[in-house]
Each structure stands twice: as structure tokens, then as C-alpha cells.
């Protein structure tokens, strides 16, 4: 069923808790990368300008000693979303108590407040009590009493059951997604539930075992899964060939064994490899088809694999790809992986999703992000909504 979206419910005048997904790079006290601030925007900015009182939560970092509590703290967050809106923002440097509960009754229709990280929650009078990651209900029911509805735009955390997350939700008669979370919703969670076809996966990366889940999934529901990256040479060493040097998880080569058997031809595996001397870019390389020489590793996939691929690309209707075909931090191994994210650019008549992680950075880094339909700001929450689990924060999210 459809969920209950931030454009359905009526803001006016409403104290909106939102939890946004505010967890930025920061080191001592300068933000690296404001990104997922400035993709929160679009949710903030309609709850303000439809009259809410925007009351943002977001966690930042891991907090598990006192001593984690300043260099985390949510402030220079705060200044910079008022830098980014352009107005005001009430930074309230305490996740409950009065201080709190006044600024919220000071705030007017369309303000914008943000409290301290959620996790400072996890530590309390110097023990590690995990109130906010351990979903302590009487968090969750405190922080729903701030509000009068609950806005939840942080995909991020949406595979946790956190206070910030599903304890608020259980304590709101009313949860709407964000617009961030509902494009995760509708782009990948239509992928896993109502995929159009031909649906081709591409499932790169360096291990099987952090893909295995998805690999799985998508095998009964995809018409071709196509392996890429480091993950390969594991399932070469299970056809009996040599893989020299490569990355090879021993332990997942049954596993590998009975994922090509139940695949049949709807598993495509390269078929020519980058090889090299050295994990180094500078490294002695060449392209070999087959099997991988002695004194050599596999570090991308070649350009006949490359041409292959995108024989099983071209006709798609629907193309989710989480994790590079290669080393594509390095220049000389990241052909593989640009070649691949430009062709899928190619595809106009395709719903092209990258599902979050070191795939999003590796198609961010190559310049191909603005021509794909969707790019996921999960990591952990996309490999597991792939994975068709039931995410514990969008399942707190009411219907419509
Ligand atoms: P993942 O986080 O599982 O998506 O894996 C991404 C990482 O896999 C990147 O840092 C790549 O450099 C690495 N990777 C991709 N292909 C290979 C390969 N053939 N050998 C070693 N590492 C690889």
C-alpha cells in the first residue's frame, strides 16, 4: 500500500518533528561534506512554507563516552542549514528538558529549530545506555509529545529501529514520509516489489558475502544479475578456474557454487579481467580473457566484458546497480565502472537506480550521477531494502 507522504497532511500551524538525516562528515566542528543537509532541504523548506514548525532530529556519528559528546554536536550543522535557507535557525543544544520544550512553544508558524544529535541519548551521566539506538520506549513517547505530527525523511537509518526513527512513529497517530524517503520508496522499493522488465541487476563490489542477501533477492526477481568488481574471482575460483592473486573469499566458494547453479543463464559473469602485478595504480597491467595468471590480480573488468554487459544493458526497462566492477579509486581500474555508469546514462528509456553506498561515490566521482533516475542515500538501509527486507522505519510510516 501507498504511505502517507508530507504533501498529504495539512502543516498549518502543526509542530512537524522531523527526522532528518543529518549525519555529515565533521571534523572538529567543520562539516566535509554538506550533502545529505542540502538534500534534506526540499522536505524542511515545504513544512516552512506550508506553516509547520519544523522541529528537526537527526543522529550524528557514534556517540559512546562523554567525550564524544562536543566534537558531535549538531550546532555548526544548525548554522550551516541557516546559511542554506537563508533565515533563521533556532539551535537548541539539548535533546529534552525545558530548554527545549520553551524554544518549541516560542516557535511561529514556518520557524525552523534544530535540537543536540539524537545519540547523545546513548550516553547518559557517563554510561553507555544506548536510549536512542536501543529504542527506549519512554524516548520515543517524550519526543512524540513534542510535536503534533511526525515527518520522517532519513532513508539512512530507515533499516534501524531507533527512538528517533520508529519510537516517535509509535507514538504519532499520523507518520508521513519525507520527499527524500519517498523516492527510496517509490525507486527502490518499487525495484524489489513491482519491477518493470527486462530488470537487469548489476551487483559489483569486493565481496560476496556483503552481496550475498541481494544477489539472492534479485536472482528471483531480475531477468539477468550481472557480476562485477572483486566479488567475481570468487565465483571463477567456484567454476575451477585460476584467479591468481584476486580477491577470493575460500569460504563463499560453495555459496558461489549454489548461487550459479539455481542462476542459470540469468547470471553474467565478465569475461575478460584487468590484471596487474600490485594493488597499485602504477602496477605492470594488462587485459587477459579467462583465467587470471599467476603473479597477477584482477582489478576491473575488460573491455570485451564491458561490450557484453551492455548487450544485456541496452533493451533494459529497469537497471538497479550497487558496487563498482573494479578498483575504481584507482585511474587505471576505473574504466570498468565509467564505462558501465556512462552507458547506463545512455538508456532513455530506462529507470536507472544506484543503490547507495561506494556505488553512489564511484558514480558521483566519475560525473555520470545527473544522467540515472535515482541515486540512493542509503548504504546499509538500500543493501537491505534489495535484500527485500521489511525496513523497520518505513514500516512505522502510516499508509495512506
Ligand atoms: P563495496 O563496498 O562492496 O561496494 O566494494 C567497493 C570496493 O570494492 C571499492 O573500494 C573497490 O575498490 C573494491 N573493488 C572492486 N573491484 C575490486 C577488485 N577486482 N579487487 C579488489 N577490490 C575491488
Given at each position: 500500500?501507498?504511505?502517507?507522504?508530507?504533501?498529504?497532511?495539512?502543516?498549518?500551524?502543526?509542530?512537524?518533528?522531523?527526522?532528518?538525516?543529518?549525519?555529515?562528515?565533521?571534523?572538529?566542528?567543520?562539516?566535509?561534506?554538506?550533502?545529505?543537509?542540502?538534500?534534506?532541504?526540499?522536505?524542511?523548506?515545504?513544512?516552512?512554507e506550508?506553516?509547520?514548525?519544523?522541529?528537526?532530529?537527526?543522529?550524528?556519528?557514534?556517540?559512546?563516552?562523554?567525550?564524544?559528546?562536543?566534537?558531535?554536536?549538531?550546532?555548526?550543522?544548525?548554522?550551516?542549514?541557516s546559511?542554506?535557507?537563508?533565515?533563521?535557525?533556532?539551535?537548541?543544544?539539548?535533546?529534552?528538558?525545558?530548554?527545549?520544550?520553551?524554544?518549541?512553544?516560542?516557535?511561529?508558524?514556518?520557524?525552523?529549530?534544530v535540537?543536540?544529535?539524537?545519540?547523545?541519548?546513548?550516553?547518559?551521566?557517563?554510561?553507555?545506555?544506548k536510549?536512542?539506538?536501543?529504542?527506549?520506549?519512554?524516548?520515543?513517547?517524550?519526543?512524540?509529545?513534542l510535536g503534533?505530527?511526525?515527518?520522517?525523511?532519513?532513508?539512512?537509518?530507515?533499516?534501524?529501529?531507533?527512538?528517533?526513527?520508529?519510537?516517535?512513529?509509535?507514538?504519532?497517530?499520523?507518520?508521513?514520509a519525507?520527499?527524500?524517503?519517498e523516492?527510496?520508496?517509490?525507486?527502490?522499493?518499487?525495484a524489489?516489489?513491482?519491477?518493470?522488465?527486462?530488470?537487469?541487476?548489476?551487483?559489483?563490489?569486493?565481496?560476496?558475502?556483503?552481496?550475498?542477501?541481494?544477489?539472492?533477492?534479485?536472482?528471483?526477481?531480475a531477468?539477468?544479475?550481472?557480476?562485477?568488481?572483486?566479488?567475481?574471482?570468487?565465483?571463477?575460483?567456484?567454476?575451477?578456474?585460476?584467479?591468481?592473486?584476486?580477491?577470493?573469499?575460500?569460504?563463499?566458494?560453495?555459496?558461489?557454487?549454489?548461487?550459479m547453479?539455481?542462476?542459470?543463464?540469468?547470471?553474467?559473469?565478465?569475461?575478460?579481467?584487468?590484471?596487474?602485478?600490485?594493488?597499485?595504480?602504477?602496477?605492470p597491467?594488462?587485459?587477459?580473457?579467462?583465467?587470471?595468471?599467476?603473479?597477477?590480480?584482477?582489478?576491473?573488468?575488460g573491455?570485451?566484458?564491458?561490450?557484453?554487459?551492455?548487450?544485456?544493458?541496452?533493451?533494459?526497462?529497469?537497471?538497479?546497480?550497487?558496487?563498482?566492477?573494479?578498483v575504481f579509486?584507482?585511474s587505471?581500474?576505473?574504466?570498468g565502472?565509467?564505462?558501465?555508469?556512462?552507458?547506463?546514462?545512455t538508456?532513455?528509456?530506462?529507470?536507472?537506480i544506484?543503490?547507495?553506498?561506494?556505488?553512489t561515490?564511484?558514480?558521483q566521482?566519475?560525473?555520470?550521477?545527473?544522467?540515472l533516475?535515482?541515486?540512493?542515500?542509503?548504504?546499509?538501509?538500500?543493501?537491505?531494502?534489495?535484500?527485500?527486507?521489511?525496513?523497520?522505519?518505513?514500516?512505522?510510516?502510516?499508509?495512506?
Amino acid at each position: 500500500m501507498a504511505k502517507l507522504t508530507v504533501s498529504d497532511l495539512d502543516l498549518q500551524g502543526k509542530k512537524v518533528l522531523m527526522r532528518v538525516d543529518f549525519n555529515v562528515p565533521i571534523k572538529d566542528g567543520v562539516i566535509g561534506n554538506d550533502n545529505r543537509v542540502v538534500a534534506a532541504l526540499p522536505t524542511i523548506k515545504y513544512v516552512s512554507e506550508h506553516g509547520g514548525k519544523a522541529i528537526l532530529l537527526s543522529h550524528l556519528g557514534r556517540i559512546k563516552t562523554e567525550d564524544d559528546k562536543p566534537g558531535l554536536s549538531m550546532r555548526p550543522v544548525a548554522e550551516r542549514l541557516s546559511n542554506l535557507l537563508n533565515k533563521p535557525v533556532t539551535f537548541v543544544p539539548a535533546t529534552e528538558g525545558t530548554q527545549l520544550e520553551e524554544a518549541i512553544d516560542k516557535m511561529q508558524d514556518g520557524d525552523v529549530l534544530v535540537m543536540e544529535n539524537t545519540r547523545y541519548e546513548d550516553v547518559k551521566d557517563g554510561e553507555y545506555v544506548k536510549r536512542e539506538s536501543g529504542n527506549d520506549p519512554e524516548l520515543g513517547k517524550y519526543w512524540a509529545s513534542l510535536g503534533d505530527v511526525f515527518v520522517n525523511d532519513a532513508f539512512g537509518t530507515a533499516h534501524r529501529s531507533h527512538a528517533s526513527n520508529v519510537g516517535i512513529a509509535s507514538n504519532m497517530s499520523q507518520t508521513a514520509a519525507g520527499f527524500l524517503m519517498e523516492k527510496e520508496i517509490k525507486f527502490i522499493g518499487g525495484a524489489v516489489s513491482n519491477p518493470a522488465h527486462p530488470f537487469v541487476a548489476i551487483l559489483g563490489g569486493a565481496k560476496v558475502s556483503d552481496k550475498i542477501g541481494v544477489i539472492d533477492n534479485l536472482l528471483d526477481k531480475a531477468d539477468k544479475v550481472i557480476i562485477g568488481g572483486g566479488m567475481t574471482y570468487t565465483f571463477y575460483a567456484a567454476k575451477g578456474m585460476k584467479i591468481g592473486n584476486s580477491l577470493v573469499e575460500e569460504d563463499k566458494i560453495d555459496l558461489a557454487k549454489e548461487i550459479m547453479d539455481k542462476a542459470g543463464d540469468k547470471l553474467v559473469l565478465p569475461v575478460d579481467s584487468v590484471v596487474a602485478e600490485k594493488f597499485d595504480n602504477d602496477a605492470p597491467h594488462k587485459v587477459v580473457e579467462g583465467d587470471i595468471p599467476d603473479g597477477y590480480m584482477a582489478l576491473d573488468i575488460g573491455p570485451k566484458s564491458v561490450a557484453e554487459f551492455k548487450d544485456v544493458l541496452k533493451t533494459a526497462k529497469l537497471v538497479v546497480w550497487n558496487g563498482p566492477m573494479g578498483v575504481f579509486e584507482m585511474s587505471n581500474y576505473a574504466e570498468g565502472t565509467l564505462e558501465i555508469g556512462k552507458f547506463l546514462g545512455t538508456l532513455s528509456d530506462a529507470t536507472t537506480i544506484v543503490g547507495g553506498g561506494d556505488s553512489t561515490a564511484a558514480v558521483q566521482q566519475l560525473g555520470v550521477a545527473d544522467k540515472l533516475t535515482h541515486i540512493s542515500t542509503g548504504g546499509g538501509a538500500s543493501l537491505e531494502y534489495l535484500e527485500g527486507k521489511t525496513l523497520p522505519g518505513i514500516a512505522a510510516i502510516s499508509d495512506k
